[in-house]
């Protein structure tokens, strides 16, 4: 963090008068997300971070508010060719296309894993057609680990199913309540940015009765290698990452948490605690962290530390308080 | 275990147009193996993703590893600037590496293709430190053929230091002229057992005269990587079996490999 927070963690001290190790100075960091409280608002992004075996060996899982795993679906998906990534100014794009084992391995295998960790655990779910999405949601209906379903209808890489949910508002409103019958989780519906209209999508979820929102996914770029003149991607489309697209993330965060009642878990380019409370000002009840974790595998428990600090130097007793709080 | 660490750089030079030879002091060092690679991160903000560059020298004594990379966009331009003292961040160590088990007692060839020569420094280095306190039985014959696009023949005389070096080059300025199948042919070069990294019609035909022979052959692949750990699945090769990760024949080539017997990889 900057001196200038270290600083006022000093500042905050003196006032006070108080040793360090005061709860009084410890500020709430618990959040909730369609009533599943989560010990701090720091969560991963789908995607980006497998389900906690890869990056476990950086930072340590249980200092998380969750982990929310990579995409599942019914059966394994080899997702698309190769290349799959290409980094752009600022960012990246990825096509990976959702490859993934299936349920069947991830519950043998990720679930347990994660359980072992004081985490809470938010599962994304991918489909290509309703009846997909239903299998694997009913399969996790029973794992009382899971807290949570977050509903991959965002996906901009697979070529049927996924996003032809997410970038229509009836077949948005269809399929979310279709889940909400067969789901024994709260279900959060995961919206994709690339739509004309962002809070009509919200509002279709939120009628259907989804419990929460999750955004951004990724937004659709294209890049060309002019040396060989060819796509950078094999996909030659591929979802763009990574702090440029944080002001849309910001922007559209905001929209959806003035136009819905639903609690939003916010993403988009966070790479640091700032941005981190520039998405829970804007209306965010917790932040996912993606592609940062490519360039900074500790980024999570850093914005975590830094969120703190922030928290110190306003006096902030609860981030309760900074949720929605821009003016 | 793998970190993200601050490393120092020692030296750095162009050993050939465009091809830079760098020194980092880093702790990584101790843990690293011949084919491993590193994560190497540019500090211009806009370029925010590791390198991944193959390892070509480890001392594990002054803790320093040495790269030689060649300049392909913005990232490993940006690293040709760097100079003696500056602190840069690395990630690492990454990736499999060559099991040096698989040479004992065999005629080696090691098998390199322009930007694929510098890993196999070290693993002709470590094979012939593997031979100093071996029985005679277990010492390997270390044979190396590298090709190259001309006359500028980088890390030819550290290869000779440690192998009987055969080498390769597209205009004929310098040894065979061709490629590294020519020179086997040019040459007679026989081998029980194979280890190549470099262009990808390199490790093809690798591919097929190893399966011709029946020999085993060890092949370092390349791809475009976000995470280099594993987690992000954007590297994958096509496999002959079912891979441990997604079940669906596609292996991580920052974790699985990058190194593979080239008869489990659809290259």
């Known amino acids: ?327 | 275990m793998k970190q993200k660490v601050m490393a120092k750089v020692i030296s750095q030079k162009e050993i050939a147009p465009s091809i830079f030879d760098m020194w980092l002091e880093t702790d990584l060092a101790k843990e690293a193996k011949p084919g491993q690679f590193i994560g190497v991160f540019p500090k211009d903000k806009s370029t925010l993703l590791p390198r991944p560059i193959s390892i070509c020298e480890i001392r594990e004594d002054r803790s320093a590893l040495r790269i030689v990379y060649r300049i392909a966009g913005k990232g490993t331009g940006e690293f040709s600037t760097w100079c003696a003292g500056d602190e840069v961040f690395i990630l690492g160590t990454l990736g499999n590496g060559y099991d040096l088990s698989t040479a004992a007692g065999k005629k080696v060839l090691l098998m390199g293709g322009g930007i694929g020569v510098p890993p196999m420094l070290e693993l002709a280095r470590e094979l012939a430190l593997q031979n100093t306190g071996a029985t005679e039985s277990d010492k390997c014959v270390i044979q190396s053929t590298m090709g190259y696009r001309d006359a500028q023949t980088f890390l030819k005389e550290d290869m000779e230091k440690y192998s009987t070096l055969y080498i390769a080059s597209e205009d004929g300025s310098v040894g065979t002229k061709g490629n590294v199948m020519d020179a086997i042919r040019e040459n007679s070069i026989t081998a029980d057992v194979i280890y190549a990294c470099g262009p990808m019609p390199m490790l093809r035909a690798i591919k097929a005269y190893a399966a011709e022979l029946g020999i085993p052959a060890y092949i370092s692949l390349e791809e475009h990587m976000a995470c280099g750990v594993g987690a992000c699945l954007g590297c994958v090769v096509k496999t002959k079996n079912v891979d441990h990760h997604s079940h669906v024949n596609n292996a991580r080539i920052c974790t699985d490999g990058p190194v593979f017997e080239a008869g489990e990889v659809e290259i």
Not at chain 1, 178 to 202: G, R, Y
Request: hydrophobic share 45%; proline share 5%.
């Open chain 1, 1 to 327: 963090m900057s001196g200038q927070m270290e600083n006022g963690q000093m500042k905050v001290d003196q006032e006070k008068n108080t040793p360090k190790a005061d709860d009084r100075t410890m500020p709430d960091l618990r959040t909730t997300i369609a009533g599943v409280e989560f010990k701090n608002p720091v969560m991963t992004a789908s995607g980006t971070f497998g389900s906690g075996m890869e990056y476990g060996e950086f930072v340590d899982l249980n200092l998380l508010g969750a982990v929310v795993t990579k995409g599942v679906a019914n059966v394994p998906w080899p997702g698309n060719p190769t290349p799959r990534v290409a980094e752009v100014y600022g960012g990246m794009l990825n096509a990976i296309g959702l490859q993934n084992p299936g349920i069947d391995v991830f519950m043998e295998r990720d679930i347990p894993f994660l359980k072992q960790y004081d985490t809470k655990i938010i599962v994304n779910v991918c489909g290509k057609s309703v009846q997909d999405y239903i299998d694997v949601v009913e399969r996790l209906g029973d794992e009382k680990a899971v807290a949570l379903l977050e509903i991959n209808v965002s996906c901009p890489n697979v070529k049927e199913g996924a996003i032809a949910f997410g970038q229509k508002a009836d077949a948005l409103y269809n399929i979310t309540s279709e889940l909400k019958k067969h789901a024994k989780q709260p279900i959060m519906m995961k919206l994709s940015p690339n739509v004309t209209d962002i809070t009509e999508m919200a509002r279709a979820a939120e009628a259907a009765g989804a419990d929460a929102l999750s955004l951004i996914n990724t937004i659709t770029g294209m890049k060309i290698d002019i040396h060989r003149r060819k796509f950078a991607i094999a996909n030659k489309t591929g979802g763009m990452s990574g702090p440029a697209i944080k002001p849309i993330a910001i922007r559209m965060v905001y929209q959806v948490a003035q136009a819905v009642k639903l609690p939003i878990l916010g993403m988009g380019g966070i790479a640091t605690a700032e941005d981190a409370i520039e998405f829970f000002l804007a209306g965010a009840s917790a932040i996912s962290v993606g592609a940062m974790n490519f360039v900074n595998p500790y980024a999570t428990v850093e914005i975590l530390d830094g969120i703190r600090d922030y928290m110190i130097h306003y006096n902030v007793r609860s981030l309760a308080e900074l949720i929605g709080a821009v003016q």
